[in-house]
């Protein structure tokens, strides 16, 4: 079982920057990769970035240039620059462990015009 704690969101004006952060606890020897979603209301979750284990990162076209991940052990990183309002969502963290997803509880992200 894996456990992730995120912080980080919160209300920024377009243009601005935010960093979104995901703590993973349990059992995080298992961990084979860690991402970052995103979801609207009524809109299916959608990847926003994902770094695995020892391989290279993969980031949505909407966000490429502008969205960075990083990882730390345990931890996983999104810094947003340049945020659109379109960036407006909730965003969750998630790891890979066995093949299986674990999820954060979400964070908002509200990008005002």
């Known amino acids: 079982q894996v456990f992730l704690a995120e912080s980080g969101g919160g209300l920024v004006q377009a243009g601005g920057s935010l960093r979104l952060s995901c703590t993973a606890s349990?059992?995080?020897?298992?961990?084979?990769?860690m991402g970052w979603y995103r979801r609207a209301p009524g809109k299916e979750r959608e990847v926003v970035a994902v770094?695995?284990?020892?391989?290279s990162t993969h980031y949505a076209d909407s966000v490429k240039g502008r969205f960075t991940i990083s990882r730390d052990r345990n931890m996983v990183y999104l810094q947003m620059n340049s945020l659109k309002p379109e960036d407006t969502d909730v965003y969750y963290c998630n790891v890979t462990c066995y093949n299986s997803g674990y999820w954060g509880q979400g964070t908002q992200v509200t990008v005002s015009a």
């Open positions: 349990g059992d995080t020897i298992c961990i084979a990769a």
């Open positions: 770094i695995p284990n020892g391989g």
